[in-house]
């Protein structure tokens, strides 16, 4: 078992930057690829980024590149998704989730869930 608890969401005028972490506790965390997705009221959860276990491989959606970081250090069981230049369309549920192995853009894929954080960016 993996636990995940996210924290760092918070109401934040456009443009600017919010830090989110997510803890990992249980099993070896370097073990899994982390994720995060977001979820807007009346809309599907979405993929945002997405980390390897060891650090070396990201990816991250088209809405977010150039914008949105993740990062993680396996030293401290913590994955972080740095958000700047935040947009109202940003505005959303943000899940971190976990997998053995490596990551996938489905969230039918992942095993464990975070509580989720709320972002709300006021325009």
């Known amino acids: 078992q993996v636990q995940l608890v996210e924290s760092g969401g918070g109401l934040v005028q456009a443009g600017g930057s919010l830090r989110l972490s997510c803890a990992a506790s249980?099993?070896?965390?370097?073990?899994?690829?982390m994720v995060w997705f977001r979820q807007a009221p009346g809309k599907e959860r979405e993929f945002v980024a997405a980390i390897s276990g060891s650090g070396g491989s990201t990816s991250s959606a088209d809405s977010v590149q150039g914008r949105f970081t993740i990062s993680r250090n396996n030293a401290k069981n913590t994955v972080y998704l740095q958000m700047n230049s935040l947009k109202p369309e940003d505005t959303a549920v943000y899940y971190c989730?976990?997998?053995?192995?490596?990551?996938?853009?489905?969230?039918?894929?992942?095993?464990?869930w975070g509580q989720g954080t709320q972002v709300t960016v006021s325009s």
């Open positions: 989730a976990a997998v053995m192995g490596y990551y996938s853009f489905s969230s039918a894929s992942y095993d464990y």
């Open positions: 249980g099993r070896t965390v370097s073990n899994y690829a």
